[in-house]
């Protein structure tokens, strides 16, 4: 896991997550590849150091895993067309934000895949039991 530590929160990815960004930045034109990955960069510092991130670059996208405790809250994505990465602020690691994966969307629809992904690094990192877990129910699970 590669970590940035801003000057208000940690930012972590996830296993595989960074390979996910490299494979589709290898996927892009060469002159649009080196702009897409400053402005990633860029949001992922700016998420670090707790500074505002406008939310047409940070929609949020569903709701993650519930548990017996009721709501755990929802996930968001690092946008910037055609690339987001999909994260989440961890409740039990103190001042952390976890980057999930990276996928490609050239539209606005959240996929499944995308939902289950998150969801399986969330209860991996969170720690909680799927015992006691219920999906949402949005109309994107």
């Known amino acids: 896991m590669q970590v940035h530590q801003g000057k208000k929160f940690r930012v972590v990815h996830c296993e595989g997550a960074l390979t996910d960004l490299e494979y589709l930045l290898e996927n892009e034109r060469s002159s649009k590849r080196s702009s897409l990955k400053q402005f990633l960069y860029k949001q992922i510092e700016r998420l670090g150091d707790g500074i505002r991130i406008a939310s047409h670059s940070f929609p949020k996208e569903a709701e993650l895993p519930r548990s017996e405790g009721g709501a755990n809250g929802n996930f968001y994505a690092l946008k ?49 039991s799927y015992t006691h877990l219920t999906l949402p129910t949005t109309p994107y699970v």
């Open 80 to 128: 910037k067309i055609p690339i987001r990465g999909y994260c989440w602020r961890s409740k039990t690691q103190h001042n952390t934000w976890f980057i999930s994966h990276y996928a490609l969307k050239r539209k606005d629809k959240l996929s499944r895949s995308d939902t289950a992904r998150v969801h399986k690094n969330w209860i991996r990192i969170e720690a909680v």
